[in-house]
């Protein structure tokens, strides 16, 4: 139990230490006096895997590259599941998650995995995209934010709103004249204060209502935020009426100059690439507790893995073939890191327990300064350890002929589950 409490410690750490600089997931530098991180061996690792090629869940011991077989995936009633399109991990947990493409490009469901047996338990609900490959693991705190609130009718000290766009203009109560259309999409922070009290003014802030009062100036920032400005009586193709906006939020930041925002929560969500069957992906959102998925937004690249970097969610490394990309949420961006020497990297995934900065005998340190990036080449049949700044990729092991893992989660041996034998899952 102390060992998985350590882990999921680093694991924490490792989120908080990395942050976007100069274009590439980095490390904040430690502060003077801080530990530097102890020296690594890859003996010292484990990993988990899917097998597309046995459609086996396995185990591996980087220490001798031996595989030992869990078995199948399968439902509680013994049917195999074979469409896995990736795994992810939540540090404590006794549980994979996995993505079963039960409907191919239609549709694809999450499942809960036993991580001793196999045995898997699906949501009740699709996720509503099908084709869904590179599942990543992401925690977030904040808010998530749903309601409406009536605009004041002029910009003044007293009568305040600006919404900022993700192109960086912005949207304030000066616009909102007779002959604007309004507007519904994305947006990165909203400043307002309500016209009127209570009642059609009201957020649901996760999970409480809140009515809004007009005494007070709210204000919202996240990477995922969509709002609806719109008029409430159009005549004549003018607007007539009340001006209001819809907000929707997930992982944002609610504040307010009164006491009545509740306090923010902290959870886990899962992210993954749903593949387009003409071109390019869709990044997307799935909670964990139904299984439902929403867009975050539209990819070029048709990427196979997925590996989060940062600990606001808001970015991501991606691979396809040989190439390695980081996904920034906020700016709608993908941007080319590099690409290494192993083609069709199906499988990307940080290692659970390893701190940025942490160093593994005989490899440059650059490699792991933001923590250990691992892939899984499909082409090469290899594990590979892939640099953050350039997506140079070095070869762990031998090439493993007999193995395609599609989905991969390794992690240091006394963070494994069948070695701790933790018998508390984590919230």
């Not at 940080?350 to 900065?357: C, D, K, P, Q, R």
């Amino acid at each position: 139990m102390d060992d998985v409490l350590e882990c999921k410690g680093i694991w924490m750490r490792h989120f908080f230490k990395r942050t976007l600089v100069a274009g590439t997931c980095s490390t904040i530098a430690l502060s003077a006096g801080a530990a530097t991180p102890e020296e690594k061996s890859f003996d010292d690792l484990v990993l988990y895997g899917f097998d597309n090629q046995t459609k086996t869940l396995v185990r591996q011991h980087l220490a001798d590259g031996s595989f030992e077989t869990i078995g199948s995936i399968h439902l509680t009633g013994g049917t195999v599941i074979t469409e896995i399109g990736s795994l992810a991990y939540v540090p404590g947990r006794l549980h994979l998650y996995g993505v079963w493409n039960y409907l191919g490009t239609e549709d694809s469901k999450l499942l809960k995995i036993n991580i001793f047996t196999g045995e898997a338990t699906p949501c009740a609900n699709g996720t509503g995209f099908g084709n869904v490959q590179g599942l990543a693991a992401s925690h977030r705190s904040g808010h998530n934010v749903d309601g409406q609130s009536n605009i004041n009718p002029s910009n003044g000290p007293n009568n305040e709103f600006t919404l900022t766009l993700p192109d960086g203009s912005v949207i304030t109560r000066d616009d909102l004249h007779r002959d604007y259309d309004g507007y519904t999409g994305p947006a990165t922070s909203l400043h307002f204060k309500p016209k009127g009290n209570g009642n059609d003014n009201s957020l649901t802030v996760n999970g409480e209502v809140v009515n809004l009062s007009n005494a007070n100036i709210y204000d919202l920032e996240g990477d995922e935020l969509t709002v609806n400005v719109y008029n409430d009586h159009i005549v004549n193709g003018r607007a007539m009426g009340h001006w209001w906006i819809g907000i929707e939020a997930s992982g944002g930041n609610l504040t307010s100059t009164g006491d009545d925002i509740p306090e923010s929560e902290d959870e886990w969500v899962l992210y993954a690439t749903h593949l387009n069957e003409d071109a390019g992906s869709e990044l997307i959102c799935i909670d964990p507790a139904d299984g439902t998925a929403t867009s975050v937004m539209a990819l070029t690249e048709a990427y196979g893995g997925l590996a989060q970097c940062g600990h606001d969610d808001g970015q991501f490394y991606a691979a396809v073939d040989s190439s390695v990309y980081l996904i920034d949420v906020a700016a709608a961006t993908e941007t080319p890191v590099g690409e290494g020497d192993y083609g069709e990297i199906d499988a990307l995934s940080f290692a659970l327990g390893i701190e940025a900065g942490t160093v593994f005998t005989g490899v440059d340190p650059l490699f792991t300064e933001a923590g250990a990036l691992f892939g899984f080449s499909e082409l090469d049949h290899t594990l590979v350890l892939v640099h953050p700044g350039t997506g140079a990729t070095l070869a762990i092991g031998a090439a493993i002929n007999s193995t395609n893992l599609v989905g991969m989660i390794p992690m240091l041996e006394k963070c494994d589950p069948d070695v701790s034998m933790a018998t508390t899952a984590f919230d």
